[in-house]
Nanobody, 121 residues
Framework: QVQLVESGGGLVQPGGSLRLSCAAS????????MGWFRQAPGKEREFVAA????????YYSDSVKGRFAIFRDNAKNTVYLQMNSLKPEDTAVYYC??????????????WGQGTQVTVSS
């Protein structure tokens, strides 16, 4: 089992930036990919970004492409989400997750407890 701890959420004004971190511990050798998801009040959880653990290939949802960047530090077993040009619609609880295979099967992996991001003036 992999344990995940997210940090870095908070309140930011529109147009501002935040960096989220997600540190993994435990059976980190089971990690093939890590990703970020978010859930806004009254909405379903949605995919934000993901990164392959072996080659660093990244994927983004259309809503964040060009504004967010996901990157990993394999030595620290940590994944980051750099969020720039934040909009009020980015307000949500952000979750990180792992995939135990190369198919990005995050539902089969571990999930963090979530960190709140609020974009408001």
């Amino acid at each position: 089992q992999v344990q995940l701890v997210e940090s870095g959420g908070g309140l930011v004004q529109p147009g501002g930036s935040l960096r989220l971190s997600c540190a993994a511990s435990g059976r980190t050798d089971n990690i093939h990919a890590m990703g970020w998801f978010r859930q806004a009040p009254g909405k379903e959880r949605e995919f934000v970004a993901a990164v392959s653990w072996s080659d660093g290939i990244t994927y983004y949802s259309d809503s964040v492409k060009g504004r967010f960047a996901i990157f990993r530090d394999n030595a620290k077993n940590t994944v980051y989400l750099q969020m720039n040009s934040l909009k009020p619609e980015d307000t949500a609880v952000y979750y990180c997750a792992t995939s135990p295979d190369d198919n990005f099967d995050f539902l089969l992996g571990s999930w963090g407890q979530g960190t709140q991001v609020t974009v408001s003036s």
